[in-house]
């Protein structure tokens, strides 16, 4: 199967989870965090899922709760169970923690740093593998990196309402990411100094 990369805005998205083990609730634990309504279905219950909004059903009316969600995600230890609830997904979102491969949604392994959202996939070979890339990238990526996506950021909401060119613009980004000064302003936790700095590049571009 092709997998592809994508991001899905879950604001709202309802999501059904056959399985409260370990790999259920931290489905629902992520999907919460993103604002979904999230109903699992098992024997265990999570209190602390509660306060953020889960809902536990019983296996009563299966069919209803896969019509009602956007996502179903299946992480049981029952085979037949799960047999069953895909049988009945139809063409919805699925996600199969027991068999990725039978599913058509992958939950790969995802975190933050600030900002940046980075997700792992090893197409199903390696778990444990995902989770040693993970330590490897977050120990590379550095504070500064972080700034200067946050100045990229500003500089780019700038340029929107001043420079109407496309490829003008991508060449101004591309330049205060090389620039030394501005790179200065960085290691030394200048912020403000960076951005007053690259406001009056914009307005020699502009003029």
Not at 74 to 87: M, T
Not at 90 to 115: H, M, Q
């Amino acid at each position: 199967m092709g997998w592809s990369s994508l991001f899905l805005e879950m604001n709202n998205k309802k999501v059904l989870i056959i399985g409260t083990g370990e790999v259920g609730e931290r489905r629902a634990t992520r999907f919460l965090k993103e604002g979904a309504k999230v109903i699992l279905v098992g024997s265990n219950t999570s209190n602390e899922l509660k306060e953020k909004g889960a809902i536990y059903k019983t296996s009563e009316n299966l069919a209803s709760l896969v019509d009602w969600a956007d996502i179903v995600v299946i992480a049981s230890g029952d085979e037949k169970l799960n047999s069953y609830v895909s049988s009945i997904s139809g063409e919805k979102l699925l996600n199969r923690a027991d068999f990725p491969e039978k599913g058509n949604l992958i939950v790969p392994t995802s975190f933050y740093i600030d900002d940046i959202q980075i997700s792992i996939f090893t197409n199903g070979k390696s778990p444990l593998m995902a989770r040693n890339l993970r330590k490897k990238i977050q120990s590379s990526i550095t504070n500064e990196d972080i700034v200067n996506i946050k100045l990229q950021d500003y500089a780019r909401n700038i340029l929107k309402e001043n420079i109407p060119s496309q490829k003008d613009r991508k060449k101004f980004l591309y330049d205060i990411l090389k620039d030394e000064k501005i790179q200065d302003f960085i290691k030394n936790n200048q912020l403000k100094e960076a951005e007053e700095y690259i406001d009056s590049l914009i307005k020699k571009v502009k003029s």
